[in-house]
């Protein structure tokens, strides 16, 4: 990988023992084979990776990704419901952890412990706590691990991330992220049965004991606090890192989290099953400028800086915009001013290459730690009704009881966390 394309500052080496030589085909376990694990499989495929194995814990999803992922790299992967096989299997090199949120911190946990490099989706984990735990275990262990926030890969954000350092946006003042979606009613429906094939007590593992709901399983779930972290940790993370990593750049510093957050957010559109807030407004304070979240799930139409979803700077000189197509930079008179287009996300290519190097990869779980905690903050917010301090050097919330009950969670006894 060329180390011009990486974050100076960032920038460090996972030392241990290294088993791939040059030429080894790095295999791969896939566990939550759904949506963005598929993709990501698929991906990492098409960047020289072998599947060796399937992991999942509903016969639905393997019969439907496993022809996929066997057409793509020309075998079949092995099939399995209990991820702690995919640990003690000797020939795998690395995990991709898709599981919903709620698994993210046992699984991620105990693949650090069983010597595997870890391919961990957005957001890291559902508490500040654990976030610190795996960071802390992926340290320990001297693993690789790459977290899903894929514009860490993709070159135009860096260059926006580069030109947001560079000071010609003159003193940056406000710093913007917003979401614009419409969001369908997922309605109301009542309690029922698992579909056949399907383990249901361990998809819930360390979440509390739930009868079953179709509202409660495959892709909804992201919508109830038992499983997931509000559209914040669900999309919010990504264009809340994309501000992180401007930030960075701006203070030459890796950690880079705020001291005050307040907000205001709640469900003001659809009246069906949902828990997490659908609409929200949730200021950082960093103490010489302000980071905004915006959220909106009643409309797709594009927001006032021309993007659906996407992260702006706004400094005394100029304003800097970037999304999935590029990034621009407009005056504070008005002229246009410099610009880019958009670039290839090389996220899972990265993570291959830095399992070989054994440096650390682009979205290293440290930056995708602190861009969750972000997230973790906006949702404390939520739950308390009311603004926090926060102290970034400790990560906990000076003389706030109630805050600070919030930094961790419990698990259902039947699935306490990996000691590691």
């Known amino acids: 990988m060329n180390s011009g394309n990486r974050r100076t500052f960032l920038m460090g080496a996972v030392s241990g023992a290294v088993s791939l030589g040059a030429g080894d085909r790095i295999n791969l376990a896939l566990i939550g084979a759904r949506n963005q694990g ?15 194995t399937l992991c999942d814990i509903d016969d639905a999803i393997n019969a439907k990704v496993n022809p996929e992922l066997a057409k793509d790299q020309g075998t079949a992967p092995e099939y399995v419901k209990d991820y702690r096989r995919v640990l003690d299997d000797k020939e795998i090199d690395a995990v991709i952890i898709a599981a919903p949120d709620h698994w993210h911190t046992h699984m991620a946990l105990a693949a650090c412990q069983a010597g595997k490099d870890v391919f961990l989706e957005k957001p890291v984990s559902q508490t500040i706590r654990e976030g610190q735990m795996i960071r802390d275990a992926a340290r320990k262990y001297k693993r690789v691990m790459q977290i899903g926030t894929m514009r860490r890969s993709a070159e135009h954000f860096r260059t ?16 913007k992220a917003w979401m614009c979606q419409l969001r369908k009613s997922i309605g109301a429906p009542p309690d029922g049965t698992p579909p ?19 509202n409660r399983f495959h892709y909804n779930w992201r919508f109830f606090w038992d ?23 701006m203070r030459k510093a890796e950690k880079c989290l ?14 069906d099953a949902k ?7 949730i200021a950082y304070d960093f103490g010489d400028f302000l980071l905004n979240w915006e959220l909106r799930s009643f409309n797709e139409k594009h927001a006032l800086e021309g993007t659906q979803a996407g992260t702006g700077f706004y400094g005394t000189e100029g304003v800097l915009i970037v999304d999935g197509r590029g990034w621009r930079v407009q005056s504070n008179s008005g002229e246009p001013g410099p610009s880019s ?8 290519k990265n993570f291959l290459e830095c399992m070989r190097s054994r440096q650390r990869p682009n979205a290293d ?14 949702n404390i917010v939520h739950h308390l009704k009311r603004d926090v301090r926060f102290d970034p050097a400790t990560e906990t919330f000076p003389g706030d009881k109630q805050a600070n009950a919030l930094l961790g969670k419990s698990y259902r006894p039947a699935y306490p966390l990996p000691k590691v």
Request: charged residues 15%; aromatic residues 8%; contains cysteine.
């Open 38 to 52: 598929r993709g990501v499989a698929r991906r990492a495929i098409a960047a020289g990776a072998r599947i060796k």
């Open 160 to 175: 926006a991330a580069e030109y947001v350092g560079s000071g010609k946006l003159g003193k940056i003042c406000m710093v």
């Open 196 to 214: 056949p094939g399907a383990d249901y007590d361990m998809w819930l593992g360390p979440a509390p004991q739930r009868a079953f709901n179709s």
């Open 227 to 249: 499983y997931g972290n509000s559209e914040l940790g669900n999309q919010g993370v990504h264009m809340l890192d994309v501000a992180l990593f401007g930030i960075q750049k």
């Open 258 to 271: 705020p001291t005050h957050v307040s907000g205001q957010s709640g469900i003001y559109w659809l009246d």
């Open 275 to 281: 828990e997490v807030p659908d609409t929200q407004v």
């Open 341 to 348: 287009g958009p670039a290839p996300f090389q996220h899972e």
């Open 365 to 378: 779980i440290e930056i995708g730690r602190l861009s969750t905690t972000l997230c973790h903050l906006g």
